[in-house]
């Protein structure tokens, strides 16, 4: 009965992928995402004795070259989908010579010959920056891809040329050139892949042509390349929307108990968290690998992952595939009848990825097992690029399993999408995310800038979903905090740690002890990093309307929720300015970000870096200013100290960002929710701007038949009036019916009136007075319905502008001087102008709405309160208020102290914090 219930899963089950998109005509039904076609039409092949070249876009060009003349038509790991529209282009033979023609490139090729460099060329159209290609060309202006992951390498360059003989675990690192370069072309080699099955299905055999080569010749139309590579190799899957949330992952031994309190401890703290990992804790230790879980820890598995469920969260488990299957497996009896095997001496039944019977066993049987409580898999080390009867390079056991398990619920007839956290197998594997960056190694400032320009290369490839290990070294909590409000940024935000937060490291169960030791939870560090951090996760959890749409951008155009700066402005040269050291990226379409990944200075504890401002106009959102740059120039360098609560990031002017409201006491499952309540905040800048935000069930394949919602928001403004308009068109069984819509308006005074659909609404809205924001909050609204809301002022608000940064560094600067109660006026009748500027902004909160009068005089006086603040602090004596605490680095009590401590001058400290202020 087993064997053949396991059978008819062999068979599969597939269903339909719906309607697919114009670039794919239907193939042999696939357990891709799509049922992709790897045969060209007719029409976009011409073929010139040993040589075939297909057409694939005007500046895409396939071209084999093959003794035998057997051409590949099969799929190939990187390759899925070649029967894409035939594009317009012309060809003919003269003098022995073949050319082609596209609007983009003119190819030329000496028929009758082998490639080489005389005989096969190409070069652009008249304008473009692709200038000219031929074979064999090297490129050294590529723009660099991805590798395996980083484990054991640290800051590892990603010059393929340059890591070919690095191996890591006994395997390669599948280093992939980028498709975009400088030089407007890249290639991409398919020559020794392997081809795939019927429908992408299985190993086949090793490309049958002798020469595959692709040529994307897009000038710098970067993300040009990006989509018709995705055409060709395949769609960015949706993934399911809570995986865009918040992780947590320890390496530690959690047993049922546990894990409830670690759950409760994110409740407790209002703490976001979407996804509960376990690591390899969770299964029985015969073996460092397992499938079973260990009765010891988790007697009721239903109990543990059955209430994990019930608070909305999602889970996943740590799986080492290479140990195989043991007898001490639950399910080894099945496995055994499933596969064949002889078992009568309970021997263990080998990892393969070239046995398709074991491969779906273990999946259905073994898997199937425990798939009521985990949702998907982490899929660790393979122990080798050839383990599992794999050849090695293109074959190997990484990008296989990845493909397995992404793309398991399709073959086994389950809605579900598929999700895995595994390392890169090699191109294709973008297919097949998210990505598994390995164990941090080591703790150190360099490998937290390293990550940033690692996950931006990684665009490159399609791969825009890294998700790293998040930690911190137990004596350096500022690192710690850097790490977080990056990872808030990045494709995935995973806490978790190499089991260095615990054992050996700890020293026989005592205090974690200094860098040797990590920590993932966050509530242990002091409250001046504590507060930031959690203000980095809640910030993370807000922004998932905005993120989730940039992850249905991965899907239709390819391009990863990180991107280069070059992709929108590969003309300036300082769009290529990002290096292993410090990088800035786009975080989808509007959000510039620039993570401070570099320790702040001991005298002042602030952290100087430069960031790049692109063309354009653009709200510094730490700041509250609006930058103002000429549309048509270089954009400007900003070189500026940043306190440990601040993150650079800069949102494009005129933009809205989308986001959802945050309840204190609702934090535990958001990112999986529907958009039940909506934020829509205006970035200053423009007089009129807009953004779309997609809306799915965040769970099932269904966004493949059109089940999904484009909500559009949009304005209009003047200086003394903005109309905001929200609409949805689309459908899916889940959508709200109805829901409120929160719309900020940043550097806005209060209104005079506020209408919503025509009727007046003066209890709708407040003011966020340290925040210089109007908030405007409907009722419920229908959201079959177009709705409007309507605002005039009393004023344009242009005297807000930087504001917001003033009365957040005044703040900082009070609350440094409170600690040793030298605050100028705290307790004598001197001074005191610094509380007096500090007070403002809350008060505008107040006087907003209770005296406008007041809101604007105080407005009006805040430039000349906070000059006279400045002036107070600058005149404070050097050493007044010197304390030895370890602010910067906040060892926790629990802790050694350091030796020597810290001595900080606060005056200094409060002097530095108010410098960087522009008023």
């Known amino acids: 009965h087993i064997m053949l219930g396991v059978m008819s899963m062999f068979v599969g089950v597939v269903v339909g992928s719906g309607p697919a998109p114009p670039y794919v005509t239907p193939g042999t039904p696939s357990y891709e995402l799509m049922d992709y076609n790897p045969v060209a039409s007719d029409g976009a092949v011409v073929t010139a004795g040993n040589a075939r070249f297909t057409v694939l876009t005007a500046e895409m060009i396939r071209m084999e070259y093959s003794a035998t003349k ?16 035939v594009s317009s282009f012309t060809h003919n033979e003269d003098g022995g010579e073949l050319i082609i023609t596209t609007s983009a490139l003119k190819l030329t090729y000496k028929v009758g010959s082998t490639f080489s460099a005389s005989t096969l060329s190409v070069v652009g159209a008249s304008g473009s920056a692709f200038n000219e290609w031929h074979y064999g060309k090297a490129d050294p202006d590529n723009l660099l891809g991805t590798i395996k992951s980083l484990d054991q390498l640290g800051v590892e360059t990603l010059n393929c040329t340059e890591n070919v003989n690095v191996t890591v675990h006994g395997e390669k690192l599948h280093c992939a050139w980028g498709l975009v370069s400088r030089s407007g072309w890249s290639v991409v080699d398919d020559s020794v892949n392997w081809a795939l099955t019927k429908g992408a299905e299985w190993w086949d055999s090793v490309n049958t042509n002798d020469v595959d080569l692709y040529l994307l010749a897009h000038g710098h139309n970067y993300k040009a390349a990006i989509k018709d590579f995705a055409k060709i190799s395949g769609s960015v899957p949706m993934f399911p929307r809570y995986a865009l949330g918040i992780w947590y992952t320890r390496w530690f031994d959690y047993n049922n108990l546990d894990v409830k309190k670690v759950v409760n401890r994110y409740r407790e703290h209002n703490l976001p968290l979407d996804v509960y990992v376990t690591d390899m804790n969770w299964h029985k230790k015969d073996n460092w690998g397992g499938f079973t879980f260990d009765p010891n820890l ?124 595994a390392r890169w197998g090699g191109m294709g594997t973008h297919r097949y995310q998210v990505g598994f960056s390995g164990d941090v190694n080591p703790m150190s400032w360099d490998t937290l800038a ?102 249905r951008a991965s899907h239709t155009d390819g391009l990863g929720l990180i991107r280069p700066m070059y992709y929108e402005f590969p003309e300036l040269d300082a769009a290529y300015n990002s290096t292993p050291t410090a990088a800035q990226y786009f975080f989808g379409e509007d959000i510039v970000v620039a993570p ?143 829901r409120p819509y929160t719309i900020r308006l940043a550097n806005r005074p209060p209104p005079t009136e506020v209408q919503v659909d025509g009727t007046a609404c003066n209890g709708c809205w407040s003011y966020d007075g340290p925040e210089l924001t109007l908030v405007v909050t409907t009722e419920s609204l229908n959201t079959a319905a177009s709705h409007t809301v309507e605002v005039t002022f009393a004023g344009s608000g242009s005297n807000l502008s930087g504001l917001k940064g003033a009365f957040a560094r005044a703040n900082l600067a009070k609350q440094n001087l409170d600690m040793t109660r030298s605050t100028p006026g705290s307790h004598n009748t001197k001074g005191g102008k610094l509380s007096i500027f500090t ?56 802790s050694p102290p350091p030796a020597p401590p810290l001595a900080l001058d606060r005056t200094t400290r409060a002097q530095s914090l108010l410098a960087s202020v522009v008023l």
């Open 298 to 421: 988790y007697p009721y598995p239903k109990d543990t992952f059955g209430w994990l469920h019930a608070q909305g969260l999602h889970t996943a488990a740590n799986l080492h595939d290479a140990n195989g299957i043991g007898s001490y497996e639950a399910m080894y009896p099945e496995m055994c009848k499933a596969t064949g095997a002889d078992c009568s001496k309970n021997a263990s039944i080998p990892f393969s990825i070239v046995n398709k019977t074991y491969v779906y066993a273990l999946e259905d049987i073994v898997l199937g097992a425990v798939d009521e409580e985990l949702d998907f898999y982490w899929i660790d080390w393979q122990q080798g690029g050839t383990q599992g009867g794999a050849v090695g390079g293109p074959q190997n056991p990484t990008v296989w399993t990845n493909k397995i398990r992404v793309t398991d619920p399709k073959r086994q007839g389950k809605p579900d999408r598929g999700l895995v956290l």
């Open 839 to 894: 007070s403002i902004g809350d008060g505008l909160s107040y006087s907003a709405v209770s005296s406008p009068s007041d809101y604007s005089a105080a407005v009006a006086g805040a430039p000349a309160a906070f000059r006279a603040a400045v002036q107070e602090i600058n005149g404070m004596k050097q050493g007044v208020g010197v304390d030895t605490e370890m602010v910067r680095q906040g060892v926790r009590s629990a």
């Open 70 to 85: 057997t051409f590949e038509d099969r799929p190939t790991v990187a390759i899925l989908n070649r029967n894409l529209p």
């Open 450 to 551: 390293y990550q940033p320009y690692f996950s931006l290369t990684a665009a490159n490839v399609l791969y825009g979903y890294w998700s790293h290990d998040i930690e911190g070294p137990a004596d350096d909590h500022e690192m710690y905090t850097r790490w977080v409000q990056w990872a808030a940024f990045s494709g995935v935000l995973r806490s978790h740690d190499r089991g260095m937060s615990g054992g050996g490291c700890a020293k026989g169960g005592g205090p974690l002890n200094g860098s040797t030791c990590s920590n993932v939870r966050v509530w242990e560090a002091p409250d001046q990093f504590y507060e930031p951090m959690r203000a980095a996760m809640l910030l993370r959890a807000t922004l998932i309307p905005y993120i989730y749409t940039s992850a």
């Open 596 to 738: 401070v990944t570099v320790p702040s200075n001991p005298a002042s504890s602030l952290a100087a870096t430069n960031v790049w401002v692109p063309p354009g106009n653009w709200y510094d959102v730490t700041f509250g200013q609006l930058i103002e740059n000429s549309p048509t120039g270089t954009g400007s360098w900003i070189a500026r100290d940043w306190d440990v609560e601040e993150i650079p990031w800069f949102v494009r002017g005129g933009a809205i960002i989308s986001g959802i409201p945050i309840v204190l006491g609702d934090t535990i499952g958001l990112a999986a929710r529907q958009f039940s309540a909506m934020v829509f905040t205006v970035i200053p800048g423009a007089t009129s701007g807009s953004c779309n935000v997609y809306e799915d069930d965040g769970a099932t394949r269904e966004y493949l038949t059109g089940e999904f919602v484009t909500t559009n928001a949009s304005y209009v403004s003047t200086e003394t009036a903005l109309t905001f308009t929200v609409a949805s068109t689309g459908s899916y069984t889940k959508f709200p019916t109805s």
